[in-house]
C-alpha cells in the first residue's frame, strides 16, 4: 500500500513512517501545505493523511484542494481539534475519516486499511440504486430521475451510507461512528440537521420518498426496488 503523509511535526512523522513501513506500506512525507499539494496532484496514492495544522494553508483547505482536482484518494484527516464543528468541516472539505491526536498506532494503521479497503470495494461496485435514485461512488455523483442533485461531502456520506445497506436501519449512534468514527451523545441535533437537509435535496417535491425515519430506531432507505 502507498501512503502519503502530511505532517510537520518530525517526531509524529517520522514515528508514522517508520510503523507503516514495518508494516509493508510506502511512505511519502511532505511538511508543509506547497509540497503537499503538489505531491497530492503528481502521484498515485492509496490513501492520503493529512494534518490539519500545518504550514502554509490548512489541512481542511489542502484537502479541499486535492478533491477539487478530482483526486478521489482516501483522506484521512489528523489532528489535535476535537469538537464536532472541526469534524464537519473536515468531512465537509472532502475527508473521509477523522483521527484525534494523540492516537495509538495501531488504530491509525486500522483506519488506514479500513479506508483501502473500503475505497477498492467502490471500485469494484461502483453505483448503486434504488427507485429512480443513483450514487456514483467513483465520481461522487447523485441523480434522480434525470437531474443531478449537488450535495455536501457529509450529505453525500450519508446518502452513500444508507443506499449501500438498503433496508437497514441506523441509529444515531451508528451513524456517527460510520461517518466520524466517533460515538457522539446520541440525543445530539448534528444528524436530525444533515438528515433533514439531504431530505430537502433528495425528497421533497417528488411523489416517492426513499429516507425514511423508523420512530424511535433511526433512519434507512428502503429497498423499493
Avoid at 517520522?14 to 512525507?29: I, M, P, T, Y
Avoid at 492516537?103 to 494503521?109: A, S, T
Avoid at 456517527?176 to 417535491?205: A, C, M, P, Q, Y
Wanted: aromatic share 6%; hydrophobic share 40%; charged share 30%.
Amino acid at each position: 500500500m502507498k501512503i502519503f503523509l502530511v505532517e510537520d511535526d518530525p517526531q509524529i512523522s517520522s514515528f508514522v513512517k517508520l510503523g507503516l513501513e514495518r508494516n509493508n506500506c510506502s511512505v511519502d512525507v511532505a511538511y508543509d501545505s506547497s509540497m503537499g499539494e503538489k505531491l497530492a496532484l503528481q502521484r498515485k496514492y492509496d490513501v492520503i493523511i493529512l494534518d490539519v495544522i500545518i504550514p502554509g494553508i490548512s489541512g481542511f483547505e489542502l484537502c479541499k484542494r486535492i478533491r477539487n482536482n478530482n483526486i478521489k484518494t482516501p483522506i484521512l484527516m489528523l489532528t489535535s481539534l476535537d469538537s464536532t464543528e472541526d469534524k464537519v468541516l473536515g468531512f465537509n472539505c472532502g475527508a473521509d475519516d477523522y483521527l484525534l491526536k494523540p492516537f495509538v498506532f495501531q488504530e491509525l494503521l486500522a483506519r488506514i486499511h479500513a479506508l483501502n479497503r473500503r475505497n477498492k470495494e467502490m471500485m469494484v461496485n461502483p453505483i448503486f440504486k434504488t427507485s429512480d435514485l443513483e450514487v456514483d461512488t467513483i465520481s461522487k455523483k447523485v441523480k434522480r430521475g434525470n437531474k443531478e442533485i449537488n450535495l455536501t461531502a457529509l450529505e453525500y456520506r450519508l446518502l452513500e451510507l444508507l443506499i449501500s445497506h438498503k433496508g437497514k436501519v441506523f441509529d444515531k449512534i451508528e451513524i456517527t461512528e460510520k461517518i466520524w468514527g466517533v460515538s457522539f451523545d446520541s440525543g445530539t441535533n448534528v444528524i436530525n440537521v444533515h438528515i433533514h437537509s439531504l431530505r430537502n435535496k433528495i425528497d421533497k417535491g417528488r411523489p416517492t420518498e426513499l429516507i425514511h425515519t423508523v420512530k424511535g430506531l433511526g433512519y434507512a432507505i428502503l429497498d423499493i426496488g
